[in-house]
DNA sequence: GGTAGTAGCCTAGCCCTCTTAGGCAAACAA
DNA sequence: TTGTTTGCCTAAGAGGGCTAGGCTACTACC
């Protein structure tokens, strides 16, 4: 019988672009499986289990989102940098649903350490740079910028902006006029 | 033969203190039926389906936490209440976080409607009239606080802040101080 | 106080997913 | 050509989701 080529890393993309149509909890090894006209098991021989495939997707997301946002980063700084930042990473994640939410999972620390996410946070602070933080201002206000763009981000895709008619693009682009401000004239202790 | 007495309150709330201990993704029909002594089947005469279950406890999450949220608000005005309505946000989140996940899915928009999650909208419109805002910049900054709740807490809790040693309770309460300041002054178009 | 009717539970059974164990064949290396 | 490895297979068990159909305990009404 002929074989399939299965290899890890087009398992993970056909999981990426099936989570993308129909949400990673719906990406199942069976799913994958009848996908490459393959049994279930098969594919044991190329992945530890369920869960592994989900974070091999995960990983996968990191790195395109990271190599999204250098590219955007490129020749900017200060606000034209933040916005160029923030808007890589709200585009992707509209792009790429399943994949954004698969970047949500839980990784062990050594799995974290090792993957792109390393890349972000360097990719964040090189934008605080523009802002004159000092700590631990800084780290303070990445956590903000983060949480105000994965937030944003979240909400508006589970529709917790659906019930206000104002669209979410102008409040997304008020609300990076907003922290552009409030990095500018970070609080004093 | 002896009944259990199950009902679909009894369910809601022993699904919510399940996923509260094991996760919503394991919030299983089967394991609830467990719990109560019963078979599978004869929970669906109380639910619909487990997407059913899973509801239910959103919408019994968006009820305890608005409760709070109220209580928190209870007097306050300002800075003080837009502290109060977070960290009610946060303890809630960090307490529960099973029902915090459940708290994510999408609802449709009628089930939406008639949830608590307008009493939330209501709570954090009332917190910005002590900022002076008006249309559509309160739109937006209620959409901005929002995402910076939800996206700390969220990142907070997958282990995003894990890799810098700064304590999360700090870098919390410096968002809400740089929170507080943009609202108050929030940029002119 | 007997007797409908209904509410609450049951068994049986189907389909799906995850996963392990053990086997065979194709591809490749020596 | 002959191992050896790699890639796939079948078989099978454990769970979970859900439906159909049936029996029983309670309730309400005459």
């Avoid at 390393?118 to 090189?126: C, F, K, L």
Wanted: proline content about 3%; aromatic content about 6%.
């Amino acid at each position: 019988m002929a074989r399939a080529g299965v290899t890890v890393e087009r398992l993970t993309l056909a999981g990426a672009e099936l989570a993308d149509e129909v949400g990673v909890e719906n990406v199942t090894v069976a799913a994958l499986a009848r996908h490459f006209g393959v049994k279930d098991a098969s594919l044991y021989f190329h992945l530890r289990n369920a869960q592994d495939l989900r974070v091999r997707i995960a990983l996968l997301a990191l790195a395109e989102l990271a190599d999204r946002v250098a590219a955007a980063l490129a020749g900017r700084a200060g606000k034209d940098a933040l916005v160029a930042f923030a808007n890589a990473y709200r585009d992707y994640a509209r792009q790429h649903p399943g994949r954004y939410a698969a970047m949500q999972i839980d990784l062990d620390p050594e799995t974290a350490a090792a993957s792109a996410g390393v890349r972000h946070a360097e990719m964040a602070r090189a934008i605080l740079r523009g802002y004159r933080l000092s700590e631990p201002d800084q780290t303070d206000a990445v956590r903000m910028m983060h949480s105000t763009f994965h937030g944003f981000v979240s909400l508006e895709k589970t529709g917790g902006f659906r019930h206000t008619s104002r669209a979410a693009d102008d409040s997304w682009s008020r609300t990076l006029d907003a922290l552009d401000a409030v990095l500018t004239n970070w609080p004093p202790r």
